[in-house]
């Protein structure tokens, strides 16, 4: 079970590397990242995640573009060394560690096909880390114990599609990477047990923004009754060339106090066609958000709550697929459509006057939510 990383001092328990800490069938380390340009004219996720314990590795692309969202899949049995991030026509190299990486996704099949280079922006950030009230009432539908960080950056590159594609200007294509890992749900579905004796609910939203001279994040879990049992905000300074990054964490991030919500539903569904963050700094000091919807994708692209390609799933030694959508004729009302990022514009109004950017909005509101009239799994907002 030895592998490259056992030469390196980083063992965390009494065994190898690759025999990760837990038994928990649960278990990931993932990547992920947007990036869109700054009219929203297109938005692109990626996703690869390692399932160390169901012995799994799998990827996806997907790109919304004129309307229409393409996606790629990709799933393969998992070799013991972490380093090599491949799957088929996809792979993942990291150049410099917490600075620049490559994604590229080779010719195949599908017709999806990528080479894109991250260019970071700000250095990386943790956010704290992420466990879920463990509920034996509710099952295990939401639960969660996670390590994530984040940083802000720039894509260069082109992204093709069956009968078309985009070049990847990184003066106008901006994004952000996550890299999370612990325990979340994944994988085909465990025996369930007892029956839930109440709905499972989650109420989550995430806000990385870019402004002209640094970002800001924002990132809420609430229960049904509004009270946040995590939240995550900060400001992260921006530089224009990554040499001038001050190392791995920034000493001139600035945590935040607090931050808020206020949102207004497309009627007949769960997604915001209006939204203000408020971020409350260290001295009261609060900074309204105004966000306007440009661009909207389906995390169904990359795999979440994908009811074929969904994370973890075991889909043979190696296999891709494809497939593609109009963005306007997705069902509103089906689960595997509740997990979305918005493209928004954004107007910061503060303490340094009024900002002007660009981002994303996270949303999935599954179950009952008191403020914004939620009552069952997926009933929408009037």
């Known amino acids: 079970m030895l592998t490259k990383f056992d030469d390196y001092p980083i063992h965390q328990t009494s065994e190898p590397i690759a025999v990760v800490a837990t038994t928990d069938r649960h278990a990931y380390d993932r990547y992920w990242f947007n990036g869109y340009q700054d009219d929203g004219e297109f938005y692109f996720g990626i996703g690869c995640a390692v399932y160390p314990n169901l012995g799994i590795v799998d990827c996806g692309l997907s790109i919304v573009h004129g309307g229409r969202q393409y996606a790629f899949h990709g799933s393969r049995r998992a070799g013991l060394e972490r380093s090599e991030i491949q799957v088929g026509p996809f792979q993942l190299e990291i150049l410099e560690p917490m600075k620049s990486l490559r994604v590229t996704l080779d010719d195949n099949e599908t017709g999806i096909s990528a080479s894109l280079l991250w260019i970071p922006r700000t250095a990386s950030f943790a956010e704290g880390h992420q466990r879920s009230v463990r509920n034996p009432h509710a099952g295990a539908f939401a639960h969660m114990e996670a390590t994530r960080f984040n940083q802000f950056g720039h894509w260069q590159g082109e992204i093709r599609y069956p009968g078309g594609g985009v070049k990847v200007d990184p003066a106008r294509v901006l994004g952000t990477k996550d890299r999370s890992w612990g325990i979340r749900p994944v994988g085909d579905p465990a025996p369930p047990g007892a029956p839930p004796t109440k709905l499972p609910q989650v109420f989550f939203l995430w806000a990385p923004l870019h402004f002209d001279t640094r970002c800001t994040h924002a990132g809420i879990f609430e229960n049904e009754h509004g009270i946040q ?36 539903f497309v009627p007949g569904t769960r997604r915001a066609r209006h939204a203000v963050i408020t971020l409350v700094d260290l001295t009261g000091a609060r900074t309204e958000i105004d966000l306007e919807p440009l661009l909207l994708y389906r995390m169904k692209g990359i795999g979440y709550s994908h009811p ?22 997705a069902d509103e009302k089906d689960l595997s459509n509740q997990h979305i990022q918005q493209v928004v514009r954004a107007k910061a109004t503060g303490p340094n006057g009024v900002e002007h950017g660009v981002g994303v909005l996270e949303q999935i509101h599954l179950g009952p939510h008191k403020r914004y009239g939620f009552k069952d799994f997926m009933g929408p907002a009037a």
């Open 229 to 264: 049992w995590h939240w995550d905000g900060m400001i992260m300074p921006a530089y224009k060339d990554p040499k001038d990054l001050p190392g791995v964490e920034d000493p001139r991030m600035e945590p935040l106090a607090a931050v808020e919500h206020r949102l207004e």
């Open 308 to 329: 074929e390609w969904g994370h973890g799933k075991w889909k043979g030694e190696l296999a891709i697929g494809g497939e593609s959508w109009k963005v306007d004729e």
